[in-house]
């Protein structure tokens, strides 16, 4: 089981990641995102930052599907991410070797192509 913080050291020791301001965790790598907190919306309620869940960027449509079927139990979606290759990832049901996995994937599914030999090199 992992949380906010393991999120915070895994991406940041991402090459060229950083973190920008938000009420929960927000990563991005050449300005764009890879790993954030899940903005929980409900109808009529304010927004809700939940740091138990991370929105994941997975590439395609492909992809998110396969995680989705595949583990439900640990990936989900709703309504706001539908057609968007973002998936939500209940942190509680990783862990650390999983969520590294998974976060270092969606790192190099948005970083430069200049920044890949990075990770490559570092052997992650």
């Known amino acids: ?16 990641a950083v ?8 990563f991005r790598v050449a300005d ?3 790993v954030w907190s899940y903005p929980e919306r409900r109808p009529g309620k304010p927004r809700v930052i939940r740091l138990d869940i991370a929105v994941l960027f997975v590439g395609d449509e492909a992809e998110k599907q396969a995680l989705l079927l595949g ?11 539908d057609g968007l290759p973002l ?5 509680a049901t990783v862990d650390l070797e999983r969520l ?12 430069p192509v200049a920044l890949l030999s990075d ?6």
Not at 19 to 26: L, R, T, V
Not at 87 to 91: F, K, T
């Open 100 to 111: 590294s996995e998974l976060v270092t994937d969606a790192w190099r599914m948005r970083a």
């Open 71 to 81: 583990e439900p139990d640990v990936f989900f979606t709703t309504p706001g991410y």
């Open 1 to 16: 089981m992992v949380d906010a913080d393991d999120v915070r050291r895994v991406a940041l020791a991402l090459p060229h």
């Open 32 to 34: 764009k995102g890879f």
């Open 87 to 91: 998936v939500l990832l209940r942190l």
């Open 19 to 26: 973190e920008i301001a938000s009420d929960g965790f927000d």
């Open 119 to 124: 990770v490559e090199g570092a052997g992650k």
